[in-house]
């Protein structure tokens, strides 16, 4: 089969991002200080992944779909290898986004992950689901919006598209990273506007690197089919958190064209204590 060759990001476009759900203007300023501190606690998040285990293991296996995972700004594969490790365990194929460190958007980033999607779903002959975490699901979310038939479902952890473009505490290193100013690449997509497929927003309140008012997706009359899923994590904990790993797998085995939102009260669970109601105001 022949395939389409890698095409350009499209040509800036003017835009508007959509309200907060609960009608506030979107974030405009980054965590506090204290916030970010508190990125510390991302050793016991990681060291919680033990004694979680077994509950873990319990989650929904998967039918053997492929998953793309991309790391966030500054980050290589390494850093997603245990949760694409626990994918692996629940029967799916994991990837890497495999281009080293992440260091924004450069020259041909874009164009090689979206051959990477279009190869993977060739070679299984089944649609992919995308991961991203921070920087990496903003990928995931374009390239869904640019093939959207071969994805699955889109999940993002503590990304940031529907906040200002200085609403996190890493926008200088973005742009010392990349070379690009990071106001002018807002710019260039919709970044707010949700894919046309299934797609979750894993975020939490207490992230010290983005806003978390950035991470949330507004309900969308165009599609219906996406969601906001609040965790108790830091950002750099977010993809070594065992609650936020729960929640990716109970909707990564969810069946093709069945989507349902998050059940976050799940029968005696304590879903309802593990996960906020990410609807309230405070």
């Given at each position: 089969m022949a395939r389409p060759s890698p095409q350009p990001p499209q040509a800036p476009r003017a835009k508007q991002a959509p309200p907060s759900p609960d009608g506030?203007?979107?974030?405009?300023?980054?965590?506090?200080?204290?916030?970010?501190a508190l990125e510390l606690r991302a050793f016991w998040e990681f060291g919680a992944l033990l004694p979680a285990w077994p509950l873990l293991a319990r989650a929904p296996k998967g039918d053997g779909h492929a998953v793309l995972v991309f790391p966030g700004l500054s980050a290589n594969d390494m850093?997603?290898?245990?949760?694409?490790?626990?994918?692996?365990?629940?029967?799916?194929?994991?990837?890497?986004?495999?281009?080293?460190?992440n260091l924004g958007p450069r020259a041909g980033v874009l164009e090689d992950a979206r051959k990477q999607l279009i190869d993977t779903y060739e070679s299984s002959g089944r649609k992919v689901s995308l991961i991203g975490?921070?920087?990496?699901g903003v990928y995931a979310r374009e390239l869904a919006k640019d093939l959207p038939h071969m994805v699955r479902h889109v999940i993002t952890l503590g990304s940031p598209f529907a906040g200002s473009h200085?609403?996190?505490?890493v926008w200088r290193l973005y742009e010392l990273a990349s070379g690009r100013s990071v106001e002018r690449e807002a710019q260039s997509y919709e970044l707010p506007i949700a894919p046309p497929v299934p797609?979750?927003?894993?975020?939490?309140?207490?992230?010290?690197?983005?806003?978390?008012?950035?991470?949330?997706?507004?309900p969308s009359p165009a599609n219906p089919h996406t969601e906001n899923i609040e965790v108790l994590a830091s950002h750099?904990?977010?993809?070594?958190?065992?609650?936020?790993w729960w929640?990716?797998?109970?909707?990564?085995?969810?069946?093709?064209?069945?989507?349902?939102?998050?059940?976050?009260?799940?029968?005696?669970?304590?879903?309802?204590?593990?996960?906020?109601?990410?609807?309230?105001?405070s």
């Open positions: 506030a203007s979107l974030h405009e300023f980054p965590p506090s200080p204290w916030l970010l850093t997603t290898l245990p949760l694409r490790r626990y994918l692996q365990s629940l029967n799916y194929q994991p990837w890497g986004w495999e281009q080293g460190f975490w921070s920087l990496g200085k609403s996190t505490n797609t979750t927003s894993i975020y939490s309140r207490s992230d010290g690197v983005v806003a978390w008012q950035g991470s949330i997706q507004a750099i904990g977010l993809g070594v958190n065992p609650s936020a929640a990716v797998a109970d909707r990564l085995a969810q069946a093709e064209g069945s989507w349902k939102p998050f059940a976050r009260e799940d029968k005696g669970r304590l879903h309802g204590l593990i996960y906020p109601d990410a609807t309230r105001k």
